[in-house]
Structure formats: structure tokens, C-alpha cells
């Protein structure tokens, strides 16, 4: 055995202080001093997503060619900068007005989280509380009835979430745009009808999201346009990003169409109003874009300085998944492959993991004459988005399809953990006292529970059979972290490998808690 210890004991760093010195160097206040948020370690990592763009922008235009749209344009958003953008067939038909990167389009639902973003800013800032009844901010929901007596009151976070017991309702919703405020509020004073009670289940609801708009608009005492124009659109140069058709230029404005009897029948766009909140919106790629990699820019949590509207913890609330949506065990990725995803509603946005735990978190538009999509994978940094001007043009399966393309091609993986150093310092630690758990009792680094778990002697007994099993230790490899304080390193020998995982306790220092030995088996 002391063989088994001796060649262990040459591949370690010594530690040159006591361990007792070495706990008290990651004391009090390293728990933001010290930390380092996840990084991508491809060096060529850019230079692989741009090789990839061709082969993407393939895809986009088959998709829109197969599918009869009139015209489309899509984008790609990597970091913090709209990486491509590019368009096909023509945003105006009869004028044969070429799409681009710069049209506008309508991107009806993709507007929604704009409004909570909005919700959010005022939220911070100790205007509104998520969990306010609604009536606080509009005063006629006060007298209306819901659907039981036991119904508790609709909060700004049911509207955010559609989960105020509103029916779903797209059609109805997609032809009220240019609806007035008076019109919603006599809507409210009339009795809405619900389909359930407040808080119990997702069912879609646009009438929602008007409310949102109204509550921004009363708060705010400007109309909801007004205040995302100057609070979101503004500070993040989207500049080119409006409400109301008519004050497009011509050569940018997408028009809508539907397919009927053998030809394109152009749409009638409706003007801005009350519930535009919901679905108003009219921009293009390259601004929406840098919406998107704002997004994005709030991953990983970090101490760096603020830039946004909002503060990006806010962001990243916007993205959890808050109602659930759906469970598909059936879907596949155009490619054919199975893999079931799970689907919530955060606020405004929609949030999917797949059974590869890749996160997906974005929303889908389609009014008449409009169908849009973003996601962004913030554990990879890269978004896509695609707006077409067919009614209600799927862009799901492109996206999934770019996306999926993308991360393969380009070997993408996502952000690494670097250690911190407190895991670093109780794996060098760990490594010391195997195998013969030598002084562990007097090491004061595990915590109270650690021992009346399970004994030094077996601990003991079962960690040297492992080590005779595995012979002469050949390596310790790198440590690889699940987060600050947990993670799992392996010891390779001439005949095998042993497994070690560890979780750390809450206290500061953190303390051993758990640590399993076990045998990695071929």
C-alpha cells in the first residue's frame, strides 16, 4: 500500500502551507473576489461559425423557396454582434423590392418580450411589483368578475407568464393592433370571459399582453410605445425599429401576403394601437439583432459593469422557465433525429431544453401576412432569427435546422467552468489523504456530517481495495467542475480508474460534504 501512496504522492503539487493557512486564504470574501464565469476555450471558435455561414444561408433560402414565401430575411447573432444577416425573394412583390437585412418586418409575438423587458425596467426602478394585482395599475379589472369565487386576483406576473385564466386567443388577437385603449378597458368592464382560474395553467393570451401595455402606460403617464422607444429600443441603437407602418420608407417596409387560389394575395397591415404591446412591432434583422445579443450578453452571470436598460439578472429571469408549456417525446430535429424537448414560458419568451440539455430560449410571431422566429443558446452564445411575409410562416424548422447545422459544422461547445479555488484547494486536499485517509479527522476540511455518514474505517477499506485494484497510479487528471463548489476528478492506473466526486457545504469556507470513490468501469 505504500507503494500506491508513493506514486500518488509524486504527481501532486505539495501544498507548502498547513491546510489550516490554505482555508483561511479563501475565506469571507472569496465568494465574488475570486469568481470567474465560464468561458469558450476554441481559440478559432469565430473563425469556425463564419466558415459555417455559407452552408447556413442554404439552408434559409431552400426552406423559403420550398415553401412558397414571397420573401424572407435571417440572420445569425454570435456574442454580442449580429455575425450575418442576408435575405431572399422580395419584401414587395410587385415591386420586386429585394429583402435584406434591413427590411422591416412585422414580427407580430416576437414583440411580447419587449413589453415585459419594459415590465422589468419599471419593476427595478420600485414601481411595480410582479406579484401586484393587476387592478393596481387598472383600476376597471378591480369589479371584474372571475371565473370562481375562490379565483385569487390576476398579477402582473399571470399577464407575463399567461397564466391569468384567459382564454387562448390568436385569431381574435392577431385582427385587434390597432385597437383603442377605450375599447379595452369597456372589453374589461363588460366581463372577461375566462377559461380557468389565475395561476393554475399556460393557455396563450394577447388580451394579456395589452394589459401589460396599458399597466406600462399608466405608470409611466406616456403611451407604452413611448416608453420602450426611449428605455430598450434607443439605448440599444435599435434605431430603426418602429410601431407604426406608414412611417417606414418604402424601399424597407415588407408588406404581408397570404397564398390563395394560385398567387399572393397581399394583406391589409393595420395600424398601431393598444395591443401592439403584444405583437406590434416592425423591425429588421441587424436591429433586432442587437436585442437578441443583449440577450445573450447577460450570460454568464459576471461582476462586470451594467451596460444594458435593464440589469442582466433581469434579463436572465426573463429567460426561466415560469409556466410550464409542453412535453414533446416525439421531436425531432429536421434531420430526423428524436429528441424530446420540454417547453415553459418565461416572461414574453419561451424556453426549451432538449434530451442533449442544450437550452433554447426565444419566441414565435405570425400575424396575416407574417410569420417570424428567434432563439438564442446562451450556454453556446449564438442566436438565430428568420422573418418571412406569408401568413404565419413557420420558421421553426429552419431555425432548429441552422441552429443544429451550426453547433455540428463548427464543433461549437458551450462555456466552461474554470475551477474555482476553493474546489481546486479540497481536490489537491483530497488527493493528499488518499488512500489511506490519513489524519482526516484533525484535516478540518469536511464538514460535521461527513464522518457520522459513513466511518474513516470504511471509507478507508473501501477506497485501498479500489487503489489495489486500478495497480500503479499512472495520473490525476484535471479537475472538472459542475459549478463553484461541486465537481469530479479521476485517478488513472496501470489496470483501471477510480472516479472521485465531490460536493462542497454552504458554510465559507466551504467544507467537504460528500466525496464517492468509486471504480469508472469499462
Request: proline share 6%.
Amino acid at each position: 500500500m505504500k507503494k500506491f501512496f508513493l506514486a500518488l504522492s509524486l504527481l501532486l503539487t505539495h501544498l507548502t502551507y498547513s491546510q489550516q493557512k490554505l482555508n483561511s486564504e479563501i475565506a469571507p470574501a472569496s465568494s465574488y473576489k475570486t469568481y470567474q464565469p465560464p468561458i469558450f476555450t476554441d481559440p478559432q471558435r469565430i473563425a469556425k461559425i463564419k466558415a459555417a455561414i455559407p452552408t447556413l444561408e442554404k439552408i434559409y433560402k431552400e426552406y423559403a423557396g420550398k415553401n412558397n414565401y414571397p420573401g424572407m430575411a435571417f440572420g445569425l447573432v454570435v456574442d454580442d454582434q449580429v455575425l450575418y444577416s442576408g435575405g431572399y425573394g422580395y419584401t414587395d412583390v410587385a415591386n420586386k423590392t429585394k429583402a435584406s437585412g434591413k427590411s422591416l418586418f412585422r414580427i407580430a409575438s416576437m414583440s411580447k418580450s419587449v413589453t415585459t423587458m419594459a415590465i422589468l425596467k419599471l419593476r427595478d426602478e420600485g414601481k411595480l411589483r410582479l406579484d401586484d394585482p393587476a387592478y393596481l395599475y387598472i383600476p376597471e379589472l378591480k369589479l371584474m368578475p372571475l371565473l370562481t369565487s375562490d379565483a385569487p386576483a390576476i398579477t402582473i406576473r399571470n399577464l407575463m407568464t399567461h397564466s391569468a385564466g384567459f382564454p387562448e386567443d390568436n385569431p381574435w388577437g392577431d385582427r385587434q393592433l390597432d385597437g383603442k385603449d377605450e375599447e379595452l378597458l369597456a372589453l374589461i368592464k363588460s366581463g372577461i370571459s375566462d377559461s380557468n382560474v389565475p395561476g393554475v395553467q399556460y393557455e396563450y393570451s394577447n388580451l394579456g399582453f395589452g394589459m401589460l401595455g396599458k399597466i406600462i402606460g399608466n405608470i409611466t403617464k406616456m403611451p407604452y410605445q413611448q416608453y420602450i422607444n426611449e428605455n430598450i429600443f434607443k439605448p440599444l441603437g435599435m434605431d430603426h425599429t418602429i410601431w407604426e407602418y406608414t412611417k417606414a420608407p418604402a424601399d424597407l417596409l415588407a408588406h404581408g401576403y397570404r397564398w390563395e387560389e394560385g398567387k399572393w394575395k397581399e394583406e391589409v397591415l393595420l395600424h398601431d394601437g393598444t395591443y401592439g404591446a403584444m405583437g406590434g412591432i416592425l423591425t429588421s434583422i441587424e436591429d433586432f439583432g442587437k436585442y437578441m445579443a443583449f440577450h445573450l450578453s447577460a450570460w454568464p452571470a459576471k461582476n462586470d459593469k451594467e451596460t444594458g436598460p435593464v440589469k442582466r439578472s433581469s434579463v436572465r429571469e426573463m429567460q426561466q422557465p415560469w409556466t410550464f408549456n409542453n412535453l414533446n417525446s416525439k421531436f425531432k430535429y429536421p434531420n430526423g433525429r428524436e429528441c424530446s424537448l420540454v417547453s415553459s414560458y418565461g416572461y414574453g419568451l419561451r424556453t426549451s431544453r432538449d434530451c442533449e440539455d442544450r437550452i433554447f430560449t426565444g419566441h414565435t410571431g405570425g400575424l396575416p401576412g407574417f410569420g417570424s422566429q428567434w432563439w438564442i443558446m446562451p450556454e453556446y452564445g449564438i442566436g438565430v432569427i428568420a422573418n418571412g411575409n406569408l401568413t404565419y410562416a413557420s420558421m421553426n424548422n429552419a431555425n432548429f435546422a441552422v441552429m443544429d447545422t451550426l453547433i455540428s459544422l463548427a464543433g461549437l461547445k458551450p462555456r466552461e467552468l474554470p475551477v474555482s479555488p476553493v474546489l481546486k484547494l479540497r481536490k489537491d486536499q483530497i488527493v493528499k489523504l488518499l488512500p489511506d485517509w490519513s489524519n482526516t479527522e484533525t484535516s478540518k476540511i469536511f464538514a460535521v456530517n461527513f464522518f457520522p455518514d459513513r466511518s474513516v474505517e470504511l471509507r478507508k477499506k473501501a477506497s485501498q481495495a479500489l487503489f489495489t485494484k486500478i495497480g500503479k497510479v499512472k495520473k490525476v487528471t484535471e479537475l472538472k467542475p459542475q459549478n463553484q463548489l461541486r465537481g469530479n476528478f479521476q485517478i488513472e492506473g496501470e489496470n483501471g480508474v477510480i472516479d472521485i466526486y465531490f460536493t462542497l457545504t454552504p458554510e465559507n469556507p466551504a467544507l467537504i460534504q460528500q466525496l464517492d470513490v468509486k471504480e469508472v468501469l469499462k
